[in-house]
C-alpha cells in the first residue's frame, strides 16, 4: 500500500504537463512562423531585385552598340536611363534594409531639424518623371516652412512611398497632396482617385508582404506602408487610411514637431 505522503492531487501532473506541451507548441509553432516569414521574404525578395537587373543589363548592351556608332545623342539619353535604372535598384536594396533594422529592433532614429514643406516639394519633383510615365497630375498645398525635429531620411522614405502608392494604384488619375501644421504636429495628406480601399483590408495593407492588390498587377515588395507605419510609429506619430473600392485613398500622417519616441 503505497503512503498518504506519496500521493499528489488528481490532476496536477497532468495540468502541469499539459501547460508545457502548449507553451511548447506556442513557441514551436512561433519558430515555423518566423522561418515562413523569412521565406517569403527571401522569395520577394529574389524576384523583386532579379527584375531590374534585366533592364540594366538592356542599357548597357544598347550603350556599347551607341558606342560603336558614336551617336553622342543616344549614349546621352541612355546614361540618363540607366541612372534611373541604377537608382531604383538602390531604392530596393535600401528596402532591404530598412526591413532588416526593424524587424530586428535596430532602427535608430537621426534627429534633427528638418525643413518639412521643402522635403515634400523636393519628393514630388523628384517624382515627376513617374508622374509623367503614369499619365497622373499631382497637385500639391504645402503650408510654408513647417520644421520638426524629426529624422530627416525617414520622413522623406515616408513621403516616397505614400506618393509611389499613389501612382502606382491611381489609376492614372489625379493626385493631391497637403502638408499643414497646428498645436505642434505637422499633418500629410496623400489622396488618389485610382482603385480604391475597401474597409476590410484598411488594416491589412500596412502588414508585411500586403498590398491593395494581387501580385500578378503589381509589383513591389508589398512593405511600403509597413515600412510608413513603422518609421511614423517610431517618430511617435500616426498613420491611417480612409477609402472606398474604386473611389480612391486618402492616406493621413501625423507626427510631433517637436519629436517624441514611442
Known amino acids: 500500500m503505497a503512503n498518504p505522503g506519496d500521493h499528489k492531487p488528481m490532476g496536477m501532473a497532468d495540468t502541469i504537463g499539459g501547460d508545457e506541451t502548449g507553451g511548447q507548441a506556442a513557441i514551436i509553432q512561433e519558430l515555423r512562423d518566423a522561418v515562413s516569414a523569412r521565406d517569403d521574404f527571401l522569395a ?57 533594422q526593424i524587424s530586428s529592433n535596430q532602427l535608430r532614429l537621426e534627429r534633427s531639424e528638418v525643413d518639412l514643406s521643402e522635403t515634400v516639394k523636393r519628393v514630388i519633383e523628384e517624382h515627376q518623371p513617374m508622374l509623367v510615365r503614369a499619365g497622373s497630375e499631382l497637385t500639391a498645398r504645402i503650408e ?27 489609376q492614372c488619375k489625379p493626385i493631391e497632396v497637403t502638408l499643414t501644421s497646428a498645436r505642434d504636429q505637422a499633418e500629410l495628406t496623400v489622396c488618389d ?70
Open 44 to 100: 520577394v525578395a529574389a524576384h523583386e531585385l532579379r527584375n531590374p537587373i534585366t533592364p540594366i543589363r538592356i542599357s548597357v548592351h544598347l550603350l556599347r552598340l551607341a558606342q560603336e556608332t558614336g551617336d553622342q545623342a543616344r549614349i546621352s539619353s541612355l546614361l540618363d536611363r540607366l541612372d534611373h535604372q541604377i537608382e531604383r535598384f538602390i531604392s530596393r536594396m535600401d528596402v532591404l534594409l530598412d526591413i532588416a
Open 144 to 170: 510654408d516652412s513647417i520644421i520638426g525635429f524629426l529624422d530627416a531620411v525617414a520622413f522623406t522614405q515616408i513621403v516616397e512611398n505614400l506618393i509611389s502608392n499613389a501612382i502606382k494604384y491611381g
Open 193 to 262: 482617385h485610382g482603385i480604391g480601399i475597401g474597409l476590410e483590408d484598411r488594416e491589412r495593407i500596412f502588414q508585411r508582404f500586403e498590398r491593395a492588390v494581387q501580385r500578378k498587377s503589381h509589383t513591389g515588395f508589398g512593405l511600403g506602408l509597413w515600412v510608413s507605419r513603422r518609421l511614423t510609429e517610431a517618430m511617435g506619430g500616426s498613420i491611417g487610411v480612409i477609402g472606398q473600392k474604386g473611389a480612391g485613398s486618402l492616406f493621413t500622417v501625423t507626427l510631433p514637431l517637436k519629436g517624441t519616441n514611442r
